[in-house]
């Protein structure tokens, strides 16, 4: 298990109790009290930190490397998942994954960004950051799912598309906006999980959805905090000024009426429990699909684009002097 600079205490503690219950002792109830005592202090001290993390620490969460990845949740929430590769017009893109599944029964098409384990599959991934093609394949599958009336359940977990000039080359933005433009019109309910990190157009690509959920410790920004750092300030050293005002944690963005609502993780978050942070998305999957499902092909279209245009606020300034 790795441990991020904020977790190091709990780090600490734990390799304590680790280290006495390696111990060869004849007398267990000498240590035995002490183990119980440290793993209670653990405990205490991972309730108190994780219930008062800033928003560099969330996003720190969000990426931490043994943090569950879509295909990680695919794999525990549905059955005889079928993925399908390629976009019909160039390749196969490795960043994002998906195909047709069943979960309790209930057919869906599922996608989302999938990023590497290792430096190899890392590389093989991109990081979870898509090429045009990526975004074409994720099309395709919507396009699909439209055409047999199943719903599309999208995950969202990428620092952001590929800015590879290749990338440019081939149509990135127009890749992009045209899935924008279909998602808005698409006929079957779309259901939204941001499980890690929500980073610009490459998050939004394929997050256009009837209900937008977001797991707790995950982000979903414009930019992340340290391309605003770099802009705002020429060096990365103030992200976490950045995210503290991006505002772009779950809670910040359900006070906004951005998202729908928030899947509660494991204490430590979802990499401290990966099968109850599965358990959770599953669970708001169905309900969202319970609710969606009663609703016309029309009305699921009015509601998604009503849900994007009511988004911010705006004031009306005069030019009168």
Request: with cysteine; aromatic share 8%; glycine share 8%.
């Amino acid at each position: 298990m790795q441990y991020l600079d904020f977790e190091q205490p709990i780090a600490d503690l734990e390799k304590k109790i680790k280290e006495l219950s390696e111990l060869s002792v004849a007398d267990d109830d000498v240590i035995s009290p002490e183990i119980k005592r440290l793993e209670k202090r653990v405990d205490e001290l991972r309730e108190s930190i994780f219930t008062n993390l800033t928003r560099w620490q969330r996003v720190q969460l969000a990426r931490h490397p043994d943090r569950p990845y879509t295909l990680d949740y695919i794999y525990k929430i549905t059955e005889n998942f079928i993925e399908i590769h390629g976009d019909r017009y160039h390749s196969d893109d490795k960043a994002i994954v998906g195909g047709f599944a069943t979960i309790d029964g209930q057919s869906v098409v599922i996608m989302g960004h999938q990023k590497g384990r290792d430096t190899e599959s890392r590389q093989y991934r991109r990081f979870g950051m898509a090429n045009p093609e990526g975004y074409r394949k994720a099309h395709r599958l919507m396009k699909l799912g439209e055409k047999f009336d199943i719903p599309v359940i999208t995950l969202l977990d990428t620092p952001g598309a590929y800015p590879g000039l290749e990338a440019e080359e081939r149509g990135q933005a127009e890749a992009i906006a045209k899935n924008l433009k279909m998602m808005a019109t698409l006929k079957v309910p779309i259901i939204t999980v941001v499980i890690g990190e929500g980073a610009s157009g490459g998050a939004i690509g394929i997050g256009m959805g009837n209900e937008v959920y977001m797991m707790e410790n995950t982000w979903y920004s414009v930019i992340s905090p340290e391309s605003c750092s770099s802009i705002l300030w020429k060096t990365w050293d103030y992200k976490e000024q950045a995210a503290a005002v991006l505002k772009l944690t779950a809670k910040d963005l359900e006070g906004m009426d951005i998202i729908d609502g928030i899947i509660k993780e494991p204490l430590g978050g979802a990499h401290r429990g990966p099968d109850q942070a599965a358990k959770a998305v599953k669970e708001q999957i169905l309900d969202s699909l319970k609710r969606l499902k009663k609703k016309s092909s029309e009305k699921l279209v009015e509601s998604r684009i009503d849900k994007y245009a009511n988004m911010g606020e705006f004031k009306k300034v005069s030019n009168k002097k």
